[in-house]
């Protein structure tokens, strides 16, 4: 996995009803664009260092191209 500032985080709920949650990375903490990222949680504003499982992917942020790879 690999983001970029701007990107939005993805993570999809694990059980059933479980709600989605949406962060955009606003820091880096490695040049290469690996985890952990500092992000701001769409819903209520707060931040937080994450560590991304299995349950989480990545989306370009507005502006970017799409990926093909």
């Not at 059980?15 to 769409?42: A, F, K, N, Q």
């Amino acid at each position: 996995m690999k983001g970029q500032v701007g990107d939005r985080l993805i993570f999809e709920g694990t059980h059933v009803g479980d709600p989605r949650r949406v962060g955009v990375i606003t820091e880096l903490r490695h040049e290469d664009g690996t985890p952990p990222y500092e992000i701001r949680w769409l819903d209520d504003g707060q931040s937080a260092l994450v560590f991304p499982g299995s349950d989480a992917h990545i989306e370009p942020g507005p502006g970017k191209p799409t990926s093909l790879a």
